[in-house]
């Protein structure tokens, strides 16, 4: 083996090396993992119906129109297809492009917390995102 012939200071080297490359590839390959919150001991995430999110949560701090996006509807659930998937040829599973709404919820979450903005399309749950500390109402 190569490294029998190199120092130890060498050998140190090489393998804190290839571990940090080898944790940064892992890092890199695994799949990234849907946003999700806690709303008290419930969990919202994506892909959830705005009427859930309110039942869990309640009212957002504050609500509001963005517009409108094209997105793939899913003709057997009639919402947008959320994680792009391709037009599918088995039976009864089409989609088609069509023009959903797009609203944002923002949730304070108190000082203790980060708010959460929250982007639904078409009804459902497309992206959380973490903004900064709340504040006291």
Known sequence: ??????????????????????????????????????????LVKEGMHEAEVVAICGAPTSKRHLGYAVRLIDRRTGYPSLHGLGLSRSPGHVLYPAEVMVTEYIYNLGPRKFMRRLVFEGGLLATVETLGRGYQE
Request: aromatic share 2%; proline share 2%; charged share 15%.
């Open 1 to 42: 083996m190569v490294l029998v012939s190199l120092d130890c200071d060498m050998k140190l080297h090489i393998l804190k090396t290839a571990a940090i490359t080898a944790v940064l590839v892992i890092a890199l390959l695994a799949p990234e993992s849907a946003a999700a919150f806690r709303c008290g001991n419930k």
